[in-house]
């Protein structure tokens, strides 16, 4: 098992709720001021406070406060580790037929400029 594995764990914890989960994809816009993001979802300040508590601990998103004004952004490259290991499991027949399908685009591309 790859040693990033607390790291995936903290990651897909997060992702497992709907409500992290439109929080992530907001955030994969442009960063949003915490009552904005309240506007999304129904639910109290703290509850929304606590979701985005368990994003930040799982290293998914982060937060800067400048006043009263909480904004929060999706961290850059948080969710690249659960791309690497569902890349790893990915079944020989998939990548065979991935590199059959580049074989036949690239032999198509040498026909057509002929």
Do not use: C, F
Request: glycine share 6%; no cysteine.
């Amino acid at each position: 098992m790859p040693n990033y594995s607390a790291e995936l764990d903290a990651v897909l914890r997060a992702l497992a709720d709907p409500t992290r989960r439109m929080v992530v994809e907001r955030l994969a816009k442009s960063p949003a001021v915490v009552s904005d993001l309240l506007g999304l979802v129904a639910m109290t300040l703290p509850s929304l406070l606590q979701h985005l508590r368990i994003l930040e601990d799982a290293g998914v998103i982060t937060s800067s406060k400048q006043g009263r004004v909480r904004t929060v952004s999706l961290r850059p490259g948080a969710l690249d580790v659960v791309r690497v290991w569902l890349g790893e499991q990915r079944t020989p027949a998939e990548r065979q037929a991935d590199r059959l399908g580049n074989h036949l685009t690239r032999i198509t591309d040498k026909e057509t400029s002929q």
